[in-house]
Structure formats: structure tokens, C-alpha cells
């Protein structure tokens, strides 16, 4: 392990991420507030919910790749930069559409999940990636704690400094994070984009892109509209909802380590086992309770317990793809999470408008994590065989 820098790259990171993801979930807890101001259906305040995942989730690809060529300090810095300007425009627009192309732009803080992993995991040897890239993950706590101070922040100062406010915080957090933090060497043999792409060819990438999808799309995607679920379907306040909210984004945040620790232990396969095998018993039990408060919250809780544990697990293995190719398998791997928190949101607003209840989107996660439950078993049996072949 590198000793000199390497806890504090792994801090500050944390910390970078944790601000940033603020801003990637600063329009659930208020979307509400949007929705009348704009007399918006449940379809357009979906698709403004869901534009900032659409750019942080394709856009990590690109990102986790250019970390790997030009380093994690300086884009990491430039990133959090560049979010300040569509955060000042939204605080000052009146309109809807320039609200949604705000959005869209402020989604690029959701591409710093890939430029702290893959900046970080360069710091660390391989039997601690599991525990290490857990920690990193942490940055995930960002979404909860928008769902915790947004809505005060709302109510107490306007809708300008909801926006507002997160510009001076990355303006800061930038500041902190470019002075203290070291820029590894750069790679002897520099690889083009083409170069990284290769690793597409590779089974274990879309494996893992499919589980992240499930995974941290679901964790994403709760986070996202669970505000919506908790005001309509129970009638609790926002500022209830969006505490409700930090709850599950907690759970699952701090529980990432140990999903990661688990899978250094016992192999990632077992734990996703478990984990795939609970998202369907939570996410059946959550379509079946949607008019059961105590019941719903009591699924959601489990929810957020399989799905952190699952992102853990899950990037344990990335580096194990390629180990020269980090950025870009993060990135993809990564996108695929993002992608996974997308389509949710539109899908769930769609089918509102259309059937009038919600029951439709989890009975559809219930069917992505069976598959997933049944591929891992599948691969994981492979793996066995394969084993007893070469002994």
C-alpha cells in the first residue's frame, strides 16, 4: 500500500464526491415545489428528476478514462468547477425548459463517482480494493444529505438558494480538495479511448454493468423518487418525505463497505447471491404493501440493506476486469448504474399517468434482480467447474 497520501486521497475523494453528489440529488427533495411552479405533470417533473442522472451516468464513461490518462486530482477539480455555472443559471431561471437543460448539465456531478474510484483505487493493492472502494463510495451519503437540508433550505431562503448555496459549497469544496490532495504519476504507456474500449470485449464488463444496473440503479432510482412515493401514496410532508428519504440513502451508503469487506472474504458471487435473492423479496413486498405505511417503510429499509451491499460487492470486481483499464471499466460499469437509476423515474412517472398507481415498477425490479439472481448462479457454477477442470 502506498502509505504516503493514500488516506488522504481516500478521504478528501470521499469528501469531493459527497459534496458533489449533493448537487446530483438537488432536484428530488424539491421537485414537489417545481411541479407547481411550473403546473408540471407527473411525467415532466419525472423527466427533470431524471435529466441529471442521464448525464452523470453516460458521460462516467469518458470521465473514467481521462482520470486514468491526465489524473484524478486535476479532473476531479475541474468537474466540480464546472458545476457552479449551470447551478448559478438555475437559481435565476422562470422557465421550465432552461430549468430542465440545467439539470442536464448539473448531471455531470454524477460523473465523479468514476473519477473517485478510479483515482482512488491507484492508491491501494488489490486485496483491499473491496473494503477501500467501499469507503469511496460513501460519497453516495451526498443524496441524503439533499434530502435532509434541501427542503429547509427551500422553505427558509427560496427556491434561488437552493441552488445557490450548493455553488458556494463546491466552490470550497474544490479549494480543500486541490490543496490537499497528491497527483499519482501518469501511466508509462498512455492508452487512447479506443484503447480503453477494448475492455468491452470482455464477459466480466457487461456482467457487471447488468448487476450495477439492477444494483446501484435501484439505489439511484429510490433515492430519486422515494420523496414522490412517501408524499403521494402516504401524504407526508416534503420535509418528512425528503428526512424518510436521507434514512434509506444512509442505509444504503454506509452499508457499501461492508458489502465490499464481504466480498474480499467470501467472493463477490456469494454475497450478490444473497443480495439478488433480497431485492426480490423486498421489491415483491413493496408492490404489495403501496397503501401499508409501516409495511412499505419496513421493504424499502431491506431494500436499502441488499442494494448497498450489492454496489460493495459489485466493484470488488471491477479491477479484476483490468487492472490497466480501471478508469474505463469503472466508467462503464458505472454508467450502467447511472442508467439504471434513469429509467426508473420516467418509467414510474409514465406509469402513473397512465394506470394511476405505482405497482407496474416493482414488480418489474422484482423480474431484473430474479434474472440477476439466476445469471450470477449460473456464472458462479462456471466458475466451479472450471476450477475442478484445471485441478
Known sequence: MRQNGSFLALGLSTMAMT?????????????????????????????????????????????????????????????MLFLIFPLLMAGLTQSYWIMLLCALFI????????????????????????????????GNVGGAVASFTLPTVLHGYGLQWVFWGPAVMIAIVTAVFWIGT???????????????????????T?????????????????????????????????TDAGMRTAGFVVVATFIRPLGGYMADRFGSRK???????????????????????????????????????GNGAVFKMVPEVSSSNTGAVTGIVGAAGGVGGFFPPIVLGIIKDLSGAYTLGFVLLTLFAFVCLCVNHATERAAIRKQEAAA
Open 19 to 79: 459534496a458533489s453528489f449533493v448537487i446530483w440529488n438537488v432536484f428530488p427533495p424539491i421537485a414537489g415545489h417545481i411541479q407547481e411552479l411550473f403546473s408540471l405533470t407527473a411525467t415532466q417533473k419525472s423527466v427533470l428528476i431524471a435529466a441529471p442522472v442521464l448525464l452523470g451516468s453516460i458521460l462516467r464513461i469518458p470521465m473514467g478514462i481521462y482520470t486514468d490518462r491526465y489524473g484524478g486530482k486535476r479532473v476531479f477539480a475541474a468537474t
Open 107 to 138: 448531471g455531470m456531478a454524477g460523473t465523479t463517482f468514476a473519477i473517485s474510484l478510479t483515482y482512488v483505487s491507484r492508491w491501494f493493492p488489490p486485496d483491499r480494493q473491496g473494503l477501500v472502494l467501499g469507503l469511496a463510495g460513501l
Open 182 to 204: 497528491k497527483e499519482l504519476p501518469a501511466p508509462a504507456n498512455v492508452k487512447t479511448f479506443k484503447q480503453s474500449m477494448v475492455v468491452l470485449r470482455e464477459r466480466s
Open 206 to 238: 457487461w456482467l457487471l454493468s447488468a448487476y450495477y444496473f439492477v444494483t446501484f440503479g435501484g439505489f439511484v432510482a429510490f433515492g430519486a423518487y422515494l420523496p414522490t412515493f412517501l408524499q403521494e401514496l402516504f401524504h407526508l410532508p416534503a
Open 271 to 309: 454475497v450478490l447471491a444473497i443480495v439478488f435473492a433480497g431485492i426480490v423479496i423486498a421489491s415483491l413486498s413493496m408492490a404489495l404493501s403501496l397503501d401499508h405505511f409501516a409495511l412499505f417503510s419496513a421493504s424499502c429499509l431491506a431494500a436499502a440493506v441488499f442494494l448497498g451491499t
